[in-house]
């Protein structure tokens, strides 16, 4: 199958710093880069959704301007936390799907998450 | 957009007896679900998943069944194990936008 990979696994910061995730297709293109939140006990909420070389879309409540996502290249999606605060800890999961008529086109594949506290 | 409710929140199982999680959808144009498992600070992986043009789909211990009139959709594990202890996500996709994914179940296989 289709394998996504994150980078950091975890990170801790001091708050006001920013942090930059990053989630990488190793075997696909990945056409479609999801990037979700989850806190505890809680189920996957969908931040933004960016398509290659596009400017991502946003969730309603979600700011843009602080969670910054690029998506430069087919492999590789950035979410950019700005000004971190201790709310914004949680665990940041990307996901990735590839184009239409490819294997990766019909499921979406996940990365295996990053742990991030501010401090 | 689309709602996905699932119930219940927390299900605990005899080892050995059947688990059933249900979940229940509102968008009418939703044509795929999955079921993920995802063990505590892990990523979710899909277990099973069915298409809108499917009522039943089964591999190994594991089944889905989907009621598209209903607009519900259900896991059966069978001849649980401890291992199959996790939190079990449903999700929906209308055509080819977003997953909408359940509040989770969290499964305990009691030995």
């Known amino acids: 199958g289709a394998v996504v990979s994150q980078h950091p696994s975890w990170v801790i910061c001091k708050s006001g710093t920013s942090v930059k995730i990053e989630c990488r297709s190793l075997?696909?293109?990945?056409?479609?880069m999801f990037w979700y939140r989850q806190f505890p006990k809680q189920s996957l909420m969908l931040m933004a959704t960016?398509?290659?070389?596009?400017?991502?879309?946003?969730e309603q409540g979600v700011e843009k301007d602080k969670f910054l996502i690029n998506h430069a290249s087919l492999t590789l999606s950035t979410l950019t936390v700005t000004s971190a605060h201790p709310e914004d800890s949680s665990f940041y999961i990307c996901?990735?799907?590839?184009?239409?008529?490819?294997?990766?086109?019909?499921?979406?594949?996940f990365g295996p998450g990053t742990r991030l506290t501010v401090l | 957009g689309e709602n996905v409710e699932q119930h219940p929140s927390t299900l605990s199982v005899q080892e050995g007896d059947s688990a059933v999680i249900k979940c229940t959808y509102s968008?009418?144009?939703?044509?795929?679900f999955p079921w993920y498992k995802q063990e505590l600070g892990k990523r979710p992986q899909l277990i099973i998943d069915?298409?809108?043009?499917?009522g039943e789909k089964k591999d190994q211990r594991i089944a889905v069944t989907l009621n598209k009139t209903a607009k519900h959709f259900s896991l059966h594990i069978t001849e649980t194990q401890p291992e199959d202890s996790a939190v079990y996500f449903c999700?929906?996709?209308?055509?080819?936008?977003?997953?909408?994914f359940g509040a989770g179940t969290t499964v305990t296989v009691r030995a």
């Open positions: 996901s990735a799907r590839g184009g239409a008529r490819t294997f990766s086109y019909n499921e979406q594949f």
């Open positions: 075997d696909f293109q990945a056409t479609t």
């Open positions: 960016s398509n290659e070389g596009s400017k991502a879309t946003y």
């Open positions: 968008d009418s144009a939703s044509n795929y």
């Open positions: 069915i298409r809108s043009n499917v």
């Open positions: 999700a929906a996709r209308p055509g080819d936008y977003k997953l909408s």
